[in-house]
């Protein structure tokens, strides 16, 4: 990796990934506001405010920003976190400085018309009507929820439908004021990229961003507790999660690797006892969503109402068996899985745009692949346990979607996991 950082005048940071032999780039603006940093009126702003920024600007129409970006063949894309918004274009190499410009307009010069916004608050409603039908998909809100109780970070990223009915241009700009200041901005590139000409180039369009460092973030508080939510499906949806760490504690990558060896892969104990061997589930994984100060642990299946009571005993069984003793060769193997992953993806200019851009936003700075995988190779027994420990210490959190009847309650079943 060929990484170099430029840290402007006005706050902007400005970052590159040159990438030998590659004809295309990869370039973005990422953002350090997400949900976290709504208040409770304005749930859904940073979403809607990503669905806004490509929605005509001072000198370019909505149409117009589709077409020049389309008609050197690039492709625009942006997303929401709880954390960061993204915004993030990849083109030809010689086309890098319309990107550049196209991404420095939308984000200093949109104009959110009314017209255009009255559109698309029924596109996002829409897309919540959507997630909602999706019981795989809203049972993890349900989990953040419950997790986060009463805090932003437990809201959901797109909003309830009667706020987002209600949005303001106003609304928008208030938010967009407050939050997307040159400092809490990172301009990230990968690929076939010249790091003086990026910073030239951005030093020259993204002239006009508000100043302030402020972020309004609340700290977190995990609290706790359970959704249950009967449904006719054809299945039972678990969501099973406990408190976890931050991006910087040091057990983080020990989180990961817990992870990978309980329900990371065909091989991890969930998927070969609930999957394999007694076929209750199609679907069974463990994930592990740190943030900047908290975290979340968690196991998601998909069973049958029947088989739902026996899936969660398995999965207190489980815990407690990764907590009791781990193999060498389960580590091993979990420590291979995890570098092959974060390495294979860096093969990637978009994937190594964004890694770059957001470590920046995490740590304050770039980490080597060589770091991250020493930092998995230094993942022991005794730092599994630990997190073992931690999970079993942490009171449980429960979004349950469906044919739930049958599923202990939640005193009981909390007892499982301790």
Known sequence: MT???????????????????????????????????????????????????FKGTERRSARRIAEEIEDVGGHLDAYTTREQTAYVARVL??????????????????VFAEDELARERAVVLQEIGEVNDTPDDIVFDHLQAVAFPGQPIGRTILGPPERVSAFTREDLLRYMRAHYTAPRLVVSAAGAVNHRELVALVGEKFSHLPQGEGDGRDPARYVGGESREKRQLEQAHLVLGWESVPYGDPDYYATQVFSTILGGGMSSRLFQEVREKRGLAYSIFTFAHSYLDCGVFGVYTGTSGKDAPEAAKIIAGEIHGVADGISEAEIVRARAQHKAAIMMALESSSARCEHLARQL??????????????????????????????????????????????????????????
């Open 3 to 53: 990484v170099e950082i430029t840290r402007l005048p006005n706050g902007l940071t400005v970052a590159s990934d040159s990438m030998p032999g590659f004809e295309t780039t990869a370039v973005g603006v990422w953002v350090s506001a997400g949900t976290r940093y709504e208040g409770e009126d304005l749930n859904g702003a940073a979403h809607m405010l990503e669905h806004m920024a």
């Open 93 to 110: 190499k010689q086309d890098l400085p319309l990107a550049v410009d196209i991404l420095a307009d939308i984000l200093q010069h949109s």
């Open 361 to 418: 936003l995490i740590y304050g700075r770039s980490m080597p692949p060589s770091e991250v995988i020493a930092r998995i190779d230094a993942v022991d027994a005794t730092a599994l346990g630990r997190v073992a420990d931690r999970i079993r210490s942490s009171k449980l959190s429960l979004a349950a979607l469906g044919l739930v009847g049958k599923l202990e309650g939640f005193e009981k079943l909390s007892k499982r996991f301790h």
